[in-house]
């Protein structure tokens, strides 16, 4: 679990303040949050739960185990970290600016520029020291517990319920979170804070009406109709999380992307209003603005480095980039 430590407001004073919801929104915007809100801290409703359960029992997960761990407190944030009453949740643009060359090999586009973790976590540790300083709470002392934390990816919080609760979009038939006339390609993360806010965002409903435009354009039928997904099938875990070989289907339906897919997004209408971001950190190196396949099929460990280092493509490993390239020299 990763978290991001920030600041302790005095457990005896939280009761009395009271924190302005608009103005943690105009601190967020202000940071470059494309969109903020924030939900009342509670367990998950009982039918996502159910949901949740049934699809780690049906072994849908695949070799992610991570997802089986901490269940219970995945399933209420109150149990992650004892003593949150609201949860911020925040949503950062990563539509690309620049696309790699049409013909080249691909990379899915938040993996573009820098790590996302790294640059969600300095962005929220920022907001949530504003946020304690505007409300004047005091720092945190040492061995003081930890109470205001921020979350990105690594924890077991489920981001796009939190964003849905937080009225920021709601979470489509390709399982991402959908943000109406802005699209689905949005880094989440959370803050977890330990008093109430004076107003909270209602949840947002499915705007996806009678679209299955995603489905369509899934090439492996890892999206299915009545809302599982088949993590094993999709082309991102299979291009990122297998540690394994390439099942047959991954390889004939990959294309020509090496790292991940965009196609369930690409697809959605929504994604149509989709603006370029303009963080300077998720922008890609020209070094990788200028491979070609014969750069690729050639790339050394130390090439892979370089390229790559501070990106999130270290997931995979070189060795698992290699697996993929070499699928298409086949
Ligand atoms: S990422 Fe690709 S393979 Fe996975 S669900 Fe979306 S379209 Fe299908
Ligand atoms: S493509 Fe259509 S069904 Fe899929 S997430 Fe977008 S709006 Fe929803």
């Known amino acids: ?14 009761d009395s303040i009271v924190v302005l919801s608009s103005t943690i929104k105009s601190l967020a915007h202000s940071m470059g949050f494309f969109a903020c809100g924030i939900a009342k801290a509670a367990p998950v409703d009982e039918a996502v739960a159910q949901k949740y359960r049934k699809w780690l029992e049906n072994g849908e997960e695949a070799s992610m185990a991570y997802m089986t761990n901490y269940l219970e407190k995945r399933l209420d944030p109150r149990l992650l970290v004892p003593g949150v009453r609201s949860i ?86 390709n399982h991402q979170l959908i943000i109406p006339h802005a699209g689905s390609m949005f880094f989440l993360g959370e803050i977890f804070l330990p008093f109430d806010v004076d107003v909270y965002d209602k949840p947002m409903s499915n705007r996806c009406g009678s679209c299955h435009r995603c489905i369509e354009a899934c090439p492996t039928r890892a999206i299915i109709p009545d809302e599982d997904f088949h993590a094993e099938r999709c082309l991102s875990y299979q291009l990122i999380e297998n540690r394994g070989e390439l099942t047959d289907e991954a ?54 480095q370089r390229l790559f280092k501070g990106s999130a493509v270290k997931r995979v490993k070189f060795e698992g980039l290699k697996r993929n390239i070499t699928v298409k020299k086949k």
């Open 251 to 304: 390889k004939s339906h990959m294309g020509d992307t090496i790292y991940g897919c965009d196609r369930c997004q690409t697809a959605c209408p929504w994604n149509r209003f989709a603006t370029p971001n303009t963080e300077p950190a998720l922008q890609p190196k020209p070094e990788l603005l200028s491979m070609s396949k014969e750069k690729w099929h050639n790339l050394t460990i130390e090439e892979y």
């Open 88 to 173: 911020v949740s925040l949503a950062l643009n990563y539509a690309p600016a620049q696309q790699l060359p049409k013909g080249e090999y691909q990379i899915a586009a938040y993996a573009l520029g820098l790590d996302y973790h790294d640059i969600m976590k300095q962005k929220m540790r920022e907001l949530a020291i504003k946020i304690t300083e505007r409300w004047q709470l005091p720092k945190q002392e040492e061995g003081e517990e930890l109470s205001v934390r921020c979350f990105c990816d690594t924890a077991p919080v489920l981001e796009r319920y939190w964003a849905q609760k937080a009225g920021l979009g709601w979470v489509g038939r």
């Open 1 to 14: 679990m990763s978290s991001i430590d920030a600041l302790s407001p005095n457990v005896n004073k939280k």
